[in-house]
C-alpha cells in the first residue's frame, strides 16, 4: 500500500530556507508523478509544485517561482522540495501527494495518494 510521510517542516524567519522531504513507501516511485502542495487556514489547498516521472518535467506555482526547487531521487524513493527566500505568506501545512501518471500537475483532483502534512510557519 501507497503511503507518504512528509518531514523537514518547521519554524524559520522570513528569508531563510527549509527542505522538505516526501518518503514514498509501498511502490516504485519510478511509476509516480509526485506534487507538493499547501493549505493555510481559511483557504483552499493551492498547488505548489509537482514533479513527473517521465523525463522530469516540474510545474511550479507562480509565487515560489525562483524560490522554491523540487527534485526526485527515485533510488531512494523520496522527493524533496527545498525552499528559500521565505516569506510569511508561504506559511501553510504543506502535503505531498502521489499520481500514478507520466505527467505531474498542479491540481488536487489529479492525485489519489497523500501524506498527513506538515507545518511550515514563516515568522520573525
Known amino acids: 500500500q501507497l503511503q507518504l510521510v512528509e518531514s523537514g517542516g518547521g519554524l524559520v524567519q522570513p528569508g531563510g530556507s527549509l527542505r522538505l522531504s516526501c518518503a514514498v513507501t509501498?511502490?516504485?516511485?519510478?511509476?509516480?508523478?509526485i506534487g507538493w502542495f499547501r493549505q493555510a487556514p481559511g483557504k483552499e489547498r493551492e498547488g505548489v509544485s509537482c514533479?513527473?516521472?517521465?523525463?522530469?518535467?516540474?510545474y511550479y506555482l507562480d509565487s515560489v517561482k525562483g524560490r522554491f526547487t523540487i527534485s526526485r531521487d527515485n533510488a531512494k524513493n523520496t522527493v524533496h522540495l527545498q525552499m528559500k527566500s521565505l516569506k510569511p505568506e508561504d506559511t501553510a501545512v504543506y502535503y505531498c501527494?502521489?499520481?500514478?501518471?507520466?505527467?505531474?500537475?498542479?491540481?488536487?483532483?489529479?492525485?489519489?495518494?497523500w501524506g498527513q502534512g506538515i507545518q511550515v510557519t514563516v515568522s520573525s
Open positions: 509501498g511502490v516504485i516511485l519510478d511509476y509516480y508523478a
Open positions: 514533479i513527473s516521472n517521465s523525463d522530469g518535467s516540474t
Open positions: 501527494a502521489a499520481d500514478y501518471a507520466f505527467i505531474c500537475s498542479g491540481d488536487t483532483r489529479g492525485y489519489d495518494y
